[in-house]
């Protein structure tokens, strides 16, 4: 897992070098335009987060998103989809209901659960990579992270939840959950 890790930040910034994103809200949807992904949005019932179809013959996709969802949420979903699009060759249809956000749970390591992680911490690498963070929390001392305010200020700056940013702090070492 650690050179597949590796593997998911290294593409994760790729992109974000590739799109000249250097600061956040990293604009997820430029990035799937850059691979010639098309992002629709459809409201659907509440338990489909997104899915993704490829057209390998026209080495196209398409990412579907639920509508219905916050802003945040849907943010991730297509972050969680370019993940699948980029690590994930062997599906064509790769439908996600209620995927996991939390990344916290190492003992499963079952096929399709990997998956699902691996797209979770893709979408993290590239909505809040590590090197933003590090910009943004290096003249942060301890007793700002503990304060619930600044999770949240710091979240929607990078637009994304602070349940994302509190599990992204807490992988990246900042925090104890
Ligand atoms: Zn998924």
């Known amino acids: 897992m650690a050179v597949r890790r590796k593997h998911i930040r290294t593409t994760a910034s790729q992109l974000l070098r590739s ?3 250097e600061s956040a809200p990293v604009e997820v949807e430029k990035i799937a335009e850059y691979l010639g992904i098309r992002v629709q949005y459809e409201t659907t019932d509440d338990e489909l ?3 993704l ?10 990412i579907g998103i639920n509508d219905k969802h916050p802003e945040t949420r849907k943010r991730f979903t297509v972050a969680h989809e370019l993940g699948h699009f980029m690590l994930h060759e062997h599906e064509n249809l790769h439908i996600d209901k209620r995927f996991m956000i939390q990344l916290r749970d190492e003992k499963s390591s079952k096929g399709e659960f990997e998956d699902e992680k691996e797209a979770n911490l893709f979408a993290a690498e590239l909505l809040m ?3 933003f963070i590090q910009t943004d929390l290096a003249e942060v001392n301890e007793f700002d992270l503990e304060d619930d305010d600044f999770i949240k200020d710091l979240a ?3 637009d994304v939840s602070p349940q994302a940013m509190t599990f992204r702090l807490s992988y990246l070492g900042y925090i104890q959950l």
């Open 129 to 131: 990579p590590i090197d």
């Open 156 to 158: 929607a700056k990078y």
């Open 19 to 21: 799109n000249g994103i």
């Open 49 to 51: 987060s997104g899915f």
């Open 53 to 62: 179809l490829r057209d390998l013959s026209r080495n196209k996709a398409i």
